[in-house]
């Protein structure tokens, strides 16, 4: 990882940018609506890190570039990978299997998801897995997991966890899109801002939480995270032994997906 000359890190993916005591993170494959890539994923974990290391900066806000905060895994680079190679692997994830570094902060400070356009897949994980989440209306949510034949149940259970109802369970089985109004309804979203206020209204509330002492921010951020992240990895565990990413039905609709048709499933 480069660092420019003020010694802040420099990627290919992601910007990294600092305002005080505030970082932002963005997303930045504008032409692919921030589709995930293995090196999108690997750069986001690592600004988190460099975040969390410093000790200047105290609450980071994680956005995307261009008209969407991201359209969920790259699918030609991630989910079309041979056979044998999702074998090797342990699914499309790729080098990482940690697909976000908020799990693994040392100092446990504030995120937060400033989202717009999409975030669906992998940018619905990155979203729901921020200690808070500001929307541009009309932002559309959606698990792509479940029509991609890989279930997603770490994305039901952080659904769930926030909602606290059964609408969890119809946007895991349906794999419908929803809006940020509706997430809002559901308590998924903190705030709903016309999309020019957006990144105004995450730095407002990136302030107001500035205000308080760090070290008991940090606290309630451990406490919060821990029990969110628990229930994942047990649904991880409960799920992996299912080797759903091997089926022909998730073969099936990675390649329909980029062939444009409508995917016929078989149920292997």
């Known amino acids: ?80 990978r041979t056979r044998e190679e999702l074998r090797r692997l ?27 356009g999409w975030a669906l897949g992998l940018g619905y994980s990155l979203s729901q897995s921020c200690d808070l989440v500001v929307a541009a209306a009309g ?43 509706e997430a809002q309804q559901h308590g998924m979203v903190n ?8 990144m105004s209204a995450a730095e407002a509330l990136a302030t107001e939480i500035l205000e308080n002492p760090p070290l008991a921010v940090r606290a309630n951020v451990r406490v919060m995270r821990w029990f969110v992240n628990e229930m994942q990895r047990q649904s991880k565990y409960y799920t992996q032994g299912l080797g759903l990413h091997l089926t022909d039905d998730f073969h099936e609709s990675a390649k329909a997906f980029v062939e444009k048709r409508k995917p016929v499933f078989k149920g292997r």
């Open 191 to 198: 705030r709903v801002v016309p999309p020019a206020e957006l």
């Open 139 to 181: 932002t559309k949510f959606q698990i792509r997991e479940v029509q991609r034949g890989l279930g997603g149940a770490q994305h039901w259970v952080a659904t769930w966890f926030w909602t606290g109802s059964r609408f969890a369970n119809e946007v895991a089985l349906t794999g419908r899109m929803f809006t940020a109004e």
């Open 90 to 116: 342990g699914g499309p994830a790729g080098r990482r299997s940690r697909e976000n570094g908020l799990a693994d902060a040392v100092n446990w400070k504030p995120v937060i998801a400033a989202v717009h």
């Open 1 to 80: 990882m480069a660092t420019r000359g003020n010694g802040i890190p420099k990627f290919e993916t992601v910007r990294y940018e600092t305002k005080g005591a505030i970082c932002h993170i963005v997303l930045n494959r504008p032409e692919k609506l921030n589709a995930a890539t293995d090196q999108l994923v690997e750069e986001v974990n690592d600004a988190l890190f460099e975040f969390d290391a410093n000790p200047e900066l105290r609450v980071a806000i994680l956005s995307g570039a261009g008209r969407a905060f991201c359209s969920g895994a790259d699918v030609q680079q991630r989910q079309l």
